[in-house]
């Protein structure tokens, strides 16, 4: 845990030292954005981590075109620079997320926040932490352990954590159920640590997003005591066969509980 924090704090760095008033823009095939800063930190990463865990297969987003799925052991799974809209646009909540995921399932998530400052980890079966990283990837504080918290009860509202960038109805629709719910609106994988630091309740995205968008706090989120799922509460599977490495939804839940509770009553999706 403790290399592969610090060669994702190194990345963010990196990504820091971009001047993103000068730095080149490119679109990828979907046509999403794609800058100097997720480059850099893709090869710093690939580099590190062909050091720490040769035999270990990557896949980062950066690199898809190397993909060698299904992946049957471990692999990493990285997002270089997640929210690339919002490092583009000036905004701090981006992140750079690394994950290990073995026989389908996250095991390891690390998401850091450069800008923030802030460095959330986990390890399922062991627990989640919060720690602070400086800005130069030289100095951390003591690692805080973290918790997901128990949905306080029917009469309560819920509090999402929602995206700043992406929306659609389905999402819209699910948080309309829940009347009250008080909206926590966020860039990047944030969302997810929020929700395993017990700032929020519940995290949905019912529209597909990508599988090096989820795994880190996937794993986060799930070692704090949380659960992630799929719209119809489904277990969700990483580098298997998907197309285009896409997870159709997900819904990361802060209370495991909440979560069977609803999925009484999940619509047929």
Request: net charge neutral; proline share 7%; charged share 20%.
């Amino acid at each position: 845990m403790e290399p592969l924090t610090k060669l994702a704090v190194q990345a963010g760095a990196a990504i820091l030292a971009v001047n993103r008033s000068t730095m080149g823009l490119g679109k990828k095939i979907d046509g999403s954005v794609v800058s100097d800063a997720d480059t850099l930190a893709d090869a710093i990463i690939a580099e590190g981590l062909a050091k720490l865990a040769p035999a270990i297969p990557v896949l980062s987003e950066e690199r898809t075109h190397l993909a060698a799925r299904p992946y049957r052991a471990s692999f990493f799974l990285i997002d270089p620079l997640d929210g690339t809209r919002e490092f583009v646009t000036g905004t701090d909540e981006f992140t750079v997320n690394i994950a290990l995921v073995t026989r389908g399932e996250p095991v390891l998530g690390i998401v850091v926040a450069p800008a923030l400052g802030i460095v959330w980890r986990g390890l399922v079966g062991f627990g989640a932490e919060r720690l602070l990283a400086t800005k130069d990837a030289t100095v951390y504080s003591a690692p805080q352990p973290i918790r997901t918290r128990p949905h306080p009860g029917p009469a309560a509202p819920w509090i999402v954590a929602v995206s700043r960038s992406h929306g659609d109805p389905r999402t819209e629709a699910f948080i309309a159920e829940r009347p009250g719910a008080i909206r926590q609106v966020l860039g990047s994988s944030i969302k997810f640590c929020r929700v395993a630091e017990g700032g929020a309740d519940i995290y949905p995205r019912l529209s597909p997003t990508s599988e090096w968008d989820v795994a880190a706090g996937h794993a986060i989120v799930t070692a704090a005591g949380g659960l992630v799922t799929g719209g119809r509460r489904q277990p969700l599977r990483f580098g298997e066969d998907h197309d285009g490495f896409l997870v159709s939804d997900f819904i990361a839940w802060g209370d495991p509980q909440a979560a069977r509770r609803d999925g009484a009553r999940a619509p047929d999706q």
